[in-house]
RNA sequence: GCCGGAAUGGCGGAAUUGGUAGACGCAGCGGACUCAAAAUCCGCCGCCUUUAAAAGCGUGUGGGUUCGAGUCCCACUUCCGGCACCA
C-alpha cells in the first residue's frame, strides 16, 4: 500500500474498476424497489461549472447512499443542447452551433467522468439529437390537433437595426445588445400551448406533494394566481356601435367608487382613438417602445393620457372617462382596469397626477384626499355607496355581482394570472416546429411518417434573423395534405419543450418506435430530483404540465407529477468585476483580480491581471455573461475529485446560497490524507491504547446515529462532519483493534457517497472486501448507545451556572436536588419558585 | 414594483420539536520535530473588563411572548433568486 495519499492513482484505479464491473449500469428490476435520482441535466455551454459540480455531487451522494441501502437506482445523464448560447459562440467563432455544443458535450463528459459519478452512460441523450427532437415533434403534432398547441399572435422585443428579434438577455438597458438601438415591441403570430387548461390541476395538485419545499410549492401557487373576482362590463360607444368594456376586479365592492377605466396601449379604445388624436397616437408609440420585461414595466413611471371616449358605470349610470395607461397590460384579463383612487395605491397616485376623481367608499379610518396611506385598502362596510351602504365585504360583493348579473354585465369569476405558453423562437438552434403552411389547407401539422423535420447543422447564423427564414431548401416544401406547394414552419421551439420531458426519455432512450414504452412506466416517477432553486417555477411547471400532457396521451398512465421529491440546490454566486472601455462593460473574471482588502475584509483596490483599475459589481450568480464563473478544473487537477467532492459537500447546506470561495478546501485534503496515512501507518499495528474504547466506540455509534438523521433531513455538509468527527475519535486508538476496526469500517462506508474513490481503495486495502458500494449501509448499534449517567445542563433563571451527571435510575426529584446542591451558591438564601426539568437535557432552578 | 428566500466569531458553517450558542473545518497565534523550510503532530482561539479568579455582553435592527428565544410573533434593514425569449 502505498504510503502517500495519491489522488489521481487512487481515482483513475476506481474508475477503471467500475467501468470494469459497469457498476452503474441499471435495469428494471421487480424484485428491489426502485429509485430514481436524477440531477438537471447541463446546457453544454463549455465546462463544468462550480454549480454543477455542486448539484451532480450532491446526487451523487444520494444515489450512492440509495444503492447501498439496496435500492434499484437509476441516475442517468444528458445534455439540454439546444440554446441560444451556441448561436452566440457560431457568430463569434465562425463556426456552426452544431460543433460548438458537440465538442462542449465531448469535454464536459470528460470532467463527469473524472468526478467518478455513478451515471449509467448508456442512457445519455442529447436534447438536439433528430432521435431525441423528433418525439417533441410528435407530441407537438398531437397537442395542436387536440387544440392544445395553437397560434395566435405575441408580443417580442424587436431590434429595428438588426431586423431580428431579441431575446430578454439581449436587451440592455432597453438597446439591442450588438446595436445599441432602442428595442421595440412587436405582435407576431406565434404557437402556444394551453397551460391554462391545466391551472386548476396543478395548482389543487401542490398540496398533495409532501416532497417538494413549502417554498417551492408557495412561488408556483402564487405564479399560477388564482383569484376570485367579479368581470365588469362597462357600455361604450365606438364609432357609433354599442360595445362593453370588461374589467376584472377582486374589488367590486368598491365598484360603486370607480371614477375612470383605463385600457393597455394596444386595446382597441386606444387604437382607434390614436387615428383621430394625434398627441395620442404618439403616447401609444411611446408605449410600444421599451421591453416586454415585466419587472421593467411594473417600475415604469405611471402614465396616461385620455382617449375621449367615455363609459358607463354600469350600477350608477355615470359617465367616466376611458384612458390609456401604461401600466395595463394587455396579456393580464382582457387589457383593461377600472380605476378605484380612493381604494388602490397605483390608482390613488394616478388620480392625484391627473386630476382626477377620488371617491371614498369603504368606511376606512382617517381618509385624506391627498395622501395616500396604508390602510385605504383595507377591508370595511361600504359608505357613498347607495344601496350597498353598510355592507361589508362578501355582502357587497355578492349583492353587486347579482345586479350585474341581472343587467347583463358581469358576474363572478376566477381569474388566472398563469398565462399559455408561447413556444415559438425566431431562431435557428432548437427543435423546427413540425408545422407547413399551405396557401389552400392552411397550418398542416407534419404526418408521423415525415418525422423528424431535421435541422440543417451546418449553419451559421450572422445575428441577422434566423438563418432557416433564407434557406429554401430547408422551407420549400410541399403540402403533406393537398401535395402543392408551401412553405414549412421556420420557427424552433423554445428549449424548455426539449427539457420538459427527458426525464421520461431516460429510461428508453433507445427506442425509435414511440416517445415512451413500457420502461418508463417502470422508472417513472423520478423520485429525486435535483437542481438549482432559480427553476422553482418555469422549468418545474412545464414539467408539470407536459407530464398531464403525455399522461392524457395514454404514455404515461396514472402518472401527474414528474418528481416525487424535490431539493433545490442554492445557487453557487461568485463576485463581478468589470473595466469600463467607452462605456463598454467589460467583465473580468474574479480568479484575475488581484484584490486589497482592510481588516474587516472590505474591498480597497481592485486591479486586473494587466493593471487595469476594476469595479467591483457584487455577488451574483456564475453565468457566462458576467464571466465570473470558477473553473473547477483547476481545483480537481490539484487535489484530486474526492477533495471537490468533499469539499463542496462539507461548506455548506445543499440548499443554501454559496459565495465562492476555496478558502478551506486545504482541511478538506488534509481530511483525505489523514484518512490515508491512518490506514497505511496504523493499520498494521496492534492498538497502543486500548482503555477507552468504550468511550469511543460511544462516540463513534452516536455521530452515525446523528449523521444517519441528516442524511434523511439531506444536510449533507454535516454528514462530512460527521465522518471528520470519527476520524478524530479513532486517531486516539492510535492502531487497530476492534473498536478501530469496526470504527474504520463505519467511516469508510459512511464517507464512501461522498469520496467514493479512496473509499474504495481502503475498503479492499484494508480487507473489508470488494466492493464498498454493495456493503450494507452502516447503522449505530443501540447498546453502544447506552450511557449509565445523564449530563444535565442547570440554569437559575435560565441562566446556565453548571453541570450535573445523574445516574439514569434517579427520578425527577433526586435530580432536581442533585442539581440544587450543583448550582448552590447562585440560590442561596433566595426562594425556589419552581424547578422545570427537560428529561434527558436540562435543569431550571426559577 | 410583485413573488420566494437568507442574515450566527476574522471566514464557511453547527445547534433534531423553544432547552449549554459557536460542533466540524479554514485562517490566525504559541509549541514540538527539523541545520532550515515544507509536511506532520500538540495546544489556544466570540467580544469586553481583569494580573488572576470571576463577572458582563453577544445570533442583521427595534419591539413582543416565555422559566428559557438563533429558533415563535409584529415592524423594519440589507443581500440573493425568479418575474414568462439565459438555461
Not at 282 to 311: D, H, I, N, R, S
Not at 330 to 345: F, L
Not at 792 to 800: A, E, M, N
Request: charged residues 25%; hydrophobic residues 40%.
Amino acid at each position: 500500500m502505498h504510503e502517500r495519499y495519491e489522488p489521481r492513482t487512487v481515482e483513475t484505479d476506481a474508475q477503471k474498476f467500475w467501468e470494469s464491473q459497469h457498476s452503474f449500469r441499471v435495469t428494471e428490476d421487480a424484485s428491489r424497489p426502485k429509485f430514481y435520482c436524477l440531477s438537471m441535466f447541463p446546457y453544454p455551454s463549455g465546462k463544468l461549472h462550480m454549480g454543477h459540480v455542486r448539484n451532480y455531487t450532491i446526487g451523487d451522494v444520494l444515489t450512492r447512499h440509495h444503492r447501498m441501502r439496496g435500492m434499484n437506482v437509476l441516475q442517468p445523464m444528458g445534455w439540454d443542447a439546444f440554446g441560444l448560447p451556441a448561436e452566440n459562440a457560431a457568430m463569434a467563432n465562425k463556426v456552426p452551433p452544431a460543433k460548438w455544443t458537440r465538442d462542449n458535450i465531448a469535454y464536459m463528459k470528460q470532467q463527469l467522468k473524472g468526478l467518478g459519478f455513478a451515471l449509467d452512460w448508456e442512457r445519455e441523450l442529447t436534447t438536439c439529437n433528430p432521435d431525441y427532437y423528433k418525439w417533441n415533434q410528435w407530441l407537438f403534432t398531437r397537442l395542436f390537433r387536440k387544440g392544445i398547441a395553437y397560434k395566435k399572435t405575441g408580443v417580442v422585443n424587436w431590434d429595428p437595426v438588426d431586423q431580428t428579434v431579441l431575446a430578454n438577455e439581449q436587451v440592455i438597458e432597453g438597446r439591442g445588445w450588438r446595436t445599441g438601438a432602442p428595442v421595440e415591441k412587436r405582435e407576431i403570430p406565434m404557437y402556444f400551448l394551453r397551460i391554462t387548461q391545466y391551472a386548476e390541476e396543478l395548482l389543487g395538485a401542490l398540496d398533495g406533494m409532501e416532497g417538494w419545499p413549502e417554498q417551492v410549492k408557495l412561488m408556483q401557487k402564487n405564479w399560477i394566481g388564482r383569484s376570485e373576482g367579479v368581470r365588469i362590463g362597462f357600455p361604450y360607444e365606438l364609432n357609433g356601435e354599442k360595445k362593453t368594456l370588461w374589467v376584472f376586479t377582486t374589488r367590486a365592492d368598491t365598484l360603486m367608487g370607480a371614477t375612470f377605466c383605463a385600457v393597455a396601449a394596444e386595446h382597441p379604445i386606444a387604437i382607434a382613438a390614436a387615428k383621430t388624436n394625434p398627441a395620442l397616437a404618439a403616447f401609444v408609440e411611446e408605449c410600444k417602445q421599451g421591453t416586454v420585461l415585466e419587472a421593467e414595466l411594473a417600475q415604469l413611471e405611471k402614465k396616461g393620457m385620455p382617449t375621449g371616449t367615455f363609459c358607463t358605470h354600469p350600477i350608477s349610470g355615470e359617465e367616466i372617462p376611458v384612458w390609456v395607461g401604461n401600466y395595463v397590460l394587455m396579456t393580464y384579463g382582457e387589457g383593461a382596469v377600472m380605476g378605484v383612487p380612493a381604494h388602490d395605491e397605483r390608482d390613488f397616485a394616478f388620480a392625484l397626477k391627473y386630476d382626477l376623481e377620488i371617491a371614498q367608499v369603504i368606511d376606512v379610518k382617517s381618509f385624506a384626499l391627498d395622501k395616500w396611506q396604508g390602510g385605504y385598502t383595507d377591508y370595511g362596510n361600504c359608505i357613498n355607496s347607495g344601496k350597498y351602504d353598510g355592507l361589508e365585504f362578501q355582502a357587497s360583493v355578492d349583492a353587486i355581482a347579482a345586479d350585474l348579473k341581472a343587467k347583463n354585465l358581469g358576474e363572478k369569476q376566477v381569474q388566472w394570472r398563469l398565462r399559455d405558453w408561447g413556444i415559438s423562437r425566431q431562431r435557428y438552434w432548437g427543435c423546427p416546429i413540425p408545422i407547413v403552411h399551405c396557401a389552400a389547407c392552411g397550418d398542416v401539422p407534419v404526418p408521423d411518417d415525415q418525422l423528424p423535420v431535421v435541422l440543417p447543422e451546418n449553419l451559421v447564423p450572422d445575428g441577422t434573423g434566423n438563418p432557416l427564414a433564407k434557406l429554401p431548401a430547408f422551407y420549400e416544401t410541399n403540402c403533406p395534405s393537398c401535395g402543392k406547394p408551401a412553405k414549412r414552419e421556420t420557427d424552433t421551439m423554445d428549449t424548455f419543450v426539449d427539457s420538459s420531458w427527458y426525464f421520461a426519455r431516460y429510461a428508453c432512450p433507445d427506442q425509435s418506435n414511440a416517445m415512451l414504452d413500457e420502461r418508463a412506466r417502470y422508472w417513472m416517477a423520478v423520485d429525486q430530483y435535483i437542481g438549482g432553486i432559480e427553476h422553482a417555477i418555469l422549468h418545474l411547471l412545464y414539467s408539470r404540465f407536459f407530464t398531464r400532457a403525455m399522461r392524457d396521451e395514454g404514455l404515461l398512465p396514472g402518472v401527474a407529477e414528474p418528481f416525487t421529491r424535490l431539493l433545490t440546490q442554492g445557487m453557487v454566486l461568485a463576485e463581478t468585476y468589470y473595466t469600463d472601455a467607452n462605456g463598454r462593460r467589460e467583465w473580468i473574471n474574479p480568479a484575475d483580480v488581484d484584490l486589497t482588502r482592510d481588516a474587516r475584509g472590505k474591498i480597497l483596490t481592485a486591479k486586473s491581471k494587466d493593471g487595469k483599475d476594476v469595479v467591483f459589481d457584487g455577488i451574483g450568480t456564475m453565468s457566462k455573461s458576467r464571466n465570473n464563473g470558477v473553473d473547477p478544473q483547476q481545483l480537481i487537477e490539484k487535489y484530486g475529485a474526492d477533495t471537490a467532492r468533499f469539499f463542496i459537500i462539507f461548506a455548506s447546506p445543499p440548499t443554501s446560497t454559496l459565495e465562492w470561495s476555496d478558502e478551506g478546501v486545504d482541511g478538506s485534503f488534509r481530511f483525505l490524507k489523514r484518512l490515508w496515512n491512518y490506514a497505511s501507518v496504523y493499520a498494521g499495528k496492534t492498538a497502543e491504547s486500548t482503555g477507552d474504547s468504550k468511550a469511543i466506540r460511544h462516540e463513534i455509534h452516536a455521530v452515525l446515529k446523528q449523521a444517519n438523521y441528516d442524511l434523511q433531513k439531506h444536510q449533507f455538509n454535516t454528514v462530512a462532519s460527521a465522518c471528520m468527527k470519527i476520524l478524530n475519535s479513532i486517531e486516539k486508538i492510535r492502531g487497530r483493534n476492534a473498536a478501530s476496526e469496526e470504527g474504520m469500517s463505519i467511516l469508510l462506508r459512511l464517507l464512501s457517497p461522498i469520496t467514493p474513490h479512496v473509499c474504495h481503495a481502503l475498503w479492499r486495502q484494508l480487507g473489508f472486501g470488494d466492493n464498498v458500494m454493495t456493503a450494507p449501509w452502516p447503522e449505530p448499534e443501540p447498546a453502544a448507545l447506552e450511557q449509565d449517567e445523564i449530563d444535565y445542563v442547570v440554569q437559575v433563571g435560565g441562566k446556565t451556572r453548571g453541570n450535573v451527571k445523574v445516574p439514569k435510575s434517579a427520578d425527577q426529584n433526586t435530580a432536581g436536588a442533585m442539581a440544587a446542591e450543583a448550582v448552590k451558591k447562585y440560590i442561596d438564601g433566595k426562594a425556589i419558585r419552581k424547578t422545570i426539568i427537560v428529561p434527558g437535557r436540562l435543569i431550571n432552578i426559577v
